[in-house]
């Protein structure tokens, strides 16, 4: 008999990912054509797996500095300051993580005390409101909306602070609508923050995939770098997901408060994966224009046809997701969603399972072959046409 009092109250209160059912679902059938999934559909950069390999060989097999190689860090201030125009001591204010969830998880954890408020703009990725809870703050929810394409409004922001709010929590270009914030969108939200006095915690994941404007980072903006925890990593732009690598930028004050929890929490991400990411770094910027080109082409199809079949998707400006209404048909996301699968063998995910403001929406990965893809529209607007309300 499992004995439930030894489970923490905290964690028996999480919900599990809403994402994964459909995922298990899907895998026990033939013929599913998945745009479900959330990671690039490339393998990644052959140099890349070739330095994690000499890596290997050369026997750099050891524990790294608990930030990471510091070869790796330089290489990662370098980067962010020729990409986005902010600078980072290496020494100090950046730390190489397992991933950039971990990066989430540690920068929550040192900078949320209990009963803090962290807002999350919804639709948000799945695991923002949980991390806040196991860090002991309380999610609180912004919803947007789909005549605004999903962006945050200064004034929603503004109505959503009390004195209890502790930080926002930004994702840009967003998981699961692929909508970017402009830099005038920063700085009209950097004023509200900065009057608040609030930290912001950047999720800049898909900032590579970045499709009509160059990509501007909340640090960036005037007198943000030092309330801003940016997060980023390898997994999206650089189809590096199995790798689990990331990193955080932070002040320095931060940056040393999160080392805390790494250092007994993870002692240091793979030392294989670093070095493949160094490759990364250095030599993988032809592979990510491909990548990038590639996304833009499927995005522009995929938008273009939804729109054409009757469902209302707004153009992202990055990541890899179309996110389109599914409100002609009457049905509820998850009910879309289950017969989507079950009946045309295309799996996506129901826009509820990034909160309440993604009911009436189901996320589509555009991370897949354009033949798939073809095949996948079609079939979509087959299923359209059955359940259509008139």
Known sequence: MIKTSFISKTVSELKPSGIRRFFD???NMEGVISLGVGEPDFVTSWSVREAAILSLEQGHTSYTA???????RREIADYMHKSFEVTYNPADEIIVTVGASQAIDIALRATVSPGEEVLIVEPS????????????????TIQTANENEFKLMPQQLEEAITPNTKAIMLCSPNNPTGTQLGKEDLIKLSQIVKKHDLLVISD????ELAYDESYTSMAAIEEMRERTIVINGFSKGFAMTGWRLGFVCAPADIASAMLKIHQYTMMCASTMAQYAALEALKNGGSDVEEMRSSYRRRRNYIVKSFNEIGLDCHTPGGAFYAFPSIRLTGLSSEEFAEKLLMEEKVAVVPGNVFGDSGEGHIRCSYATSMDQLQEAVKRIGRFIEKYKVE
């Open 25 to 27: 679902l899907a895998a």
């Open 66 to 72: 608990n930030a990471g190689l510091l070869e790796l």
């Open 125 to 140: 990725f799945v695991s923002y409101a949980p991390l806040v809870m196991l860090a002991g703050g309380i999610a609180k």
């Open 204 to 207: 800049e994941i898909y900032s």
